[in-house]
Structure formats: C-alpha cells, structure tokens
Nanobody, 115 residues
Framework: QVQLVESGGGLVQAGGSLRLSCTTS????????VAWYRQAPGKQRELVAR???????NTAAFVKGRFTISRDNAKDTVYLQMNSLEPEDTALYYC?????????WGQGTQVTVSS
C-alpha cells in the first residue's frame, strides 16, 4: 500500500518559516520524481517545486527564492523549506510522487500565514 504523509504545516505570521515533510512508504522512493503542490480556496492546484530522482530541482516563479525543495532517499522523505512566508502562501500543500505514469498524492498539510 502506497502512502504519502505530509506534516509540518501550521499557522505562522508573515515573514516566518515552516518546513514541510512528506514521508513515503510502499514505493521505491529513490527512483521517483517528487513535487510539492498547493491549492488555495477557490483556486486551482499549482506546482510549487519539484525534485527529480537525480536531484535536479525546479521551483515556480512565485517562489522567488523563498522556498527550497530537498530529498533524503535514506528516509524516503521530501522536504519543502519555506522562508519569508506571505499571506498569499496560505494553502493546502500536497506532495506527489511520479514515476513512468504512476503518480501518488498525499492528503495535504495546511499552511496558514497571517498578516
């Protein structure tokens, strides 16, 4: 059974930081490309950042250098370090693992940034 479990969300003031984690089980994590997405109320889900199975990273333009994605294959975990958070970053954050047409999603962790 494949599971992706996100954690680390919460309520933070603008300018603060959070570190999200997504721990996986049931897959050979090291061969998967993984990504973080987010969905704010009334908006479509959007890509935040992704990291390939070889460690190549990409981040969305709106991140503007504030977020960093990383992975620890020994722990089957992907991270999203978020700094300088803004109220516009408030959303449900999801992780996704993809490999050759197989894709799995977690249930999400809520991030709320107060002004």
């Amino acid at each position: 059974q494949v599971q992706l479990v996100e954690s680390g969300g919460g309520l933070v003031q603008a300018g603060g930081s959070l570190r999200l984690s997504c721990t996986t089980s049931g897959i050979l994590f090291s061969v998967y490309n993984v990504a973080w997405y987010r969905q704010a109320p009334g908006k479509q889900r959007e890509l935040v950042a992704r990291i390939s199975n070889t460690g190549i990273t990409n981040t969305a333009a709106f991140v503007k250098g504030r977020f960093t994605i990383s992975r620890d294959n020994a722990k089957d975990t992907v991270y999203l370090q978020m700094n300088s958070l803004e109220p516009e970053d408030t959303a449900l954050y999801y992780c996704k693992a993809v490999m050759r047409g197989y894709d799995y999603w977690g249930q999400g962790t809520q991030v709320t940034v107060s002004s």
